[in-house]
């Protein structure tokens, strides 16, 4: 009895904790998801524009669970959803979606934007303003970074950590949480990837503490963290001690001839018993005041901002991409004030999908492999097909000249 009361009141504790957080957006792409997204037409005139197919993707842990893919290569692709108005004044701001890049994507984004003010959501394009821009950003070997960008007083701020993103071609869950103290923390698949303050971390406010370029170190300040003992004495006979003596194991070559080479002597070999140069021994200087360093002082030309954190009023959530290779399935969209009920839903989706998604990637592999060997051995065959075609042509050409050496066609040779 005393178990299952227990149990209740945990279960009634998580139950009260999420009915007190905050859903100002979720999107698991279900039915009627279309009727809250609308589909932009910028770059459409030029041909430029992408299009989003509703699937779960070619390999996924459950077919039934669809996002939005990027379709048609080397596009820019633009979408969003209008959302009830909201503020991060005071709370906290979570955002996290899902995205799987399914194909190997060369040059792309796969980030997700947070919109404020009035949007004409059927223009919405590169060139829209934003409060937040979030997700990974892909092109060749090189770049695989991270996008934290922050918009304050109508200008964007990247952060200035060189943040990495994954780049396999599985679902990945990214989430960035902003506290009101300015504290932020990223995660990837519920694994903390990094945190800071947006204080040190963005360049929005000039920095809190610069260095006193006039401080100069005391003449007094002793960086000397060892010294010379002063109690150390030499020992008695120290320099009397040879650095080399004769070798005693040599002797004297029984051809030696005095008249010749003079007298023998041996030859010198290092002394074991030289110590070299006397020196006194270290001892830790009692005196020692540590490397000087540069003092910090306050930055006169900094000018706090309790608000920094405060993002525009939130009214659309949008997806603003360009890819060269279409593929990537964009999913399980959540903006809240609550990290816990975040995770919580990460761990949902994972503890039902994520072995199967990678057994299914898996075997999808397989049948990629096992078709692309299929294709090279045809490619093998035709190749040494129109090999003997060649070489059959050329040996009847041949043939021909040798029995009509007067035939007034032009034969040319072909490899």
């Not at 669809?66 to 290569?73: A, E, P, R």
Request: net charge negative; glycine share 6%; proline share 6%.
């Amino acid at each position: 009895m005393r178990v299952k009361l227990q149990l209740l009141l945990v279960l009634t504790s998580v139950f009260l904790h999420f009915a007190s957080s905050e859903i100002f957006f979720e999107e698991r792409f279900e039915d009627g998801w279309k009727s809250r997204w609308v589909l932009s037409d910028w770059k459409r005139a030029e041909g430029k524009a992408g299009t989003f197919k509703h699937t779960a993707g070619k390999w996924s842990g459950d077919p039934d669970d669809k996002g939005i893919q990027t379709y048609n290569d080397a596009k820019h692709y633009g979408i969003s959803a209008k959302i009830p108005e909201f503020s991060n004044k005071n709370r906290t701001l979570v955002v996290q979606y899902s995205i799987k890049f399914e194909q190997d994507i060369e040059c792309g984004g796969g980030y997700i934007k947070l919109l404020s003010s009035y949007v004409n959501q059927k223009k919405f394009g590169g060139d829209t303003p934003y409060s937040l821009m979030f997700g990974p950003d892909i092109c060749g070997s090189q770049t695989k970074k991270l996008h934290v960008i922050l918009s304050y007083q109508g200008q964007n701020y990247p952060i200035k950590k060189d943040l990495q993103c994954e780049t396999d071609k599985l679902t990945h869950f990214y989430t960035f949480i902003l506290r009101p103290d300015a504290s932020y923390s990223i995660l990837v698949d519920n694994r903390e990837r990094d945190s800071g303050s947006m204080y040190t971390d963005w360049d929005m406010l000039p920095p809190r503490k610069i260095k006193d370029v006039n401080a100069k170190k005391p003449a007094d300040w002793d960086d000397r963290e060892y010294i010379d003992d002063p109690n150390d004495v030499k020992p008695e006979g120290y320099d009397s001690i040879p650095a080399e003596i004769p070798n005693p194991k040599a002797k004297e070559p029984d051809d030696w001839d005095e008249e010749d080479g003079g007298i023998w002597r041996p030859p010198k070999i290092p002394n074991p018993a030289y110590k070299g140069k006397w020196k006194r021994k270290k001892i830790k200087n009692p005196n020692y005041n540590g490397r000087w360093k540069t003092p910090w002082i306050d930055n006169p030309e900094f000018e706090d901002d309790p608000d920094l954190y405060v993002l525009k009023p939130i009214k659309y959530v949008a997806i603003e991409v360009w890819q060269v290779k279409a593929g990537s399935v964009f999913d399980n969209i959540l903006i809240c004030d609550d990290p816990q009920y975040a995770k919580q839903v990460v761990e949902d989706i994972f503890s039902s999908n994520r072995e199967a998604e990678k057994e299914a990637f898996e075997e999808a592999e397989k049948v990629r492999k096992a078709r692309e060997e299929e294709e090279a051995a045809r490619a093998r065959e035709e190749g040494e097909r129109r090999k003997r075609e060649r070489d059959h042509e050329y040996a009847e050409r041949r043939r021909r000249r040798r029995h009509y050496p007067h035939d007034l066609d032009d034969y040319h040779d072909e490899l």
